[in-house]
C-alpha cells in the first residue's frame, strides 16, 4: 500500500492561512489524494478529493504538483473551529474501498 | 449531520460479554464500512460491505463480525469483550465500492470494564 507522510502536529493563529504537505512517494497512477477533517469524538469528514494540479472548494484548497509525489491542503483563515486532526489519504488500487487512515496532523489554532 | 445513524451513542460492557453495533446508512448509498478508533491506535478499518456483500477485511479480529442486511443497514458483533476493545467504533458509508468520499456516523463509544 502506498504511505503518506505528514507532520504529526501544527499551530496556527486565528485569521492566518495553514498549508499542511503530505508526502506520497510511491503514489501509484490511478491513485487520487484525498483529505479528511476529525473534531475529537467525531468521526471524520470529507474535505477534498484530487488527481493533479489545483483543486478548489469552499472549505479548502489542494495543490499536487506534476510528479504528484506530494500534496498541500490549504486552508485560508483559520478560526478556532478549524483546530482538528486532517489526514491525507491515498485511494490504492490494491484497496478498493479501504480508507486508510495514518496518524494525521493535529491543527490547534488559538486566537 | 452525515446521514449516517450509529446506535448506540454509547455501551458500558463487562470483559466477556457480546454487543452489537448498529449503521443505517445514508439513503443510497450500498457501501458501509467499520472502523475503530482508539487512543493508542489511530482509526484502524475492520471491514467492508457493499449490497450485503463482504468486499475488504482489515484488521478484524476474529471475536469481530460483521453483516449488511437487505435493507443495507449493518451491524458490527464484537464478542468475548476485553479491556482492549473499550474504543470508538465508527460507521461510514459511501455510495460506491471504490468511493474515497465516505460519510461517517458519530460513533458508538465502546467502554469495557
Known amino acids: 500500500l502506498a504511505k503518506t507522510t505528514q507532520p504529526i502536529s501544527m499551530d496556527s493563529y486565528e485569521g492566518q492561512e495553514v498549508n499542511i504537505t503530505c508526502s506520497h512517494n510511491n503514489i501509484a497512477t490511478n491513485d487520487y489524494i484525498t483529505w479528511y477533517q476529525q473534531f475529537p469524538s467525531q468521526g471524520p469528514r470529507f474535505i477534498i478529493q484530487?488527481?493533479?494540479t489545483k483543486v478548489t472548494n469552499e472549505v479548502a484548497s489542494l495543490f499536487i504538483p506534476a510528479d504528484r509525489k506530494s500534496s498541500t491542503l490549504s486552508l485560508p483563515r483559520v478560526s478556532l473551529s478549524d483546530t482538528a486532526v486532517y489526514y491525507c489519504?491515498?485511494?490504492?488500487?490494491?484497496?478498493?474501498?479501504?480508507?486508510?487512515f495514518g496518524a494525521g496532523t493535529q491543527v490547534v489554532v488559538t486566537p | 449531520d452525515s446521514g449516517v445513524t450509529q446506535t448506540p451513542k454509547h455501551l458500558i460492557t463487562a470483559t466477556g460479554q457480546r454487543v452489537t453495533l448498529r449503521c443505517s446508512p445514508r439513503s443510497g448509498d450500498l457501501s458501509v464500512y467499520w472502523y475503530q478508533q482508539s487512543l493508542d491506535q489511530g482509526l484502524q478499518f475492520l471491514i467492508q460491505y457493499y449490497n450485503g456483500e463482504e468486499r475488504a477485511k482489515g484488521n478484524i479480529l476474529e471475536r469481530f463480525s460483521a453483516q449488511q442486511f437487505p435493507d443495507l443497514h449493518s451491524e458490527l458483533n464484537l464478542s468475548s469483550l476485553e479491556l482492549g476493545d473499550s474504543a470508538l467504533y465508527f460507521c461510514?458509508?459511501?455510495?460506491?465500492?471504490?468511493?474515497?468520499?465516505?460519510?461517517f456516523g458519530q460513533g458508538t463509544r465502546l467502554t469495557v470494564v
Open positions: 489519504l491515498l485511494m490504492t488500487t490494491d484497496s478498493w474501498g479501504k480508507l486508510q
Open positions: 461510514a458509508s459511501s455510495v460506491a465500492v471504490e468511493n474515497t468520499e465516505a460519510f
Open positions: 484530487g488527481y493533479k
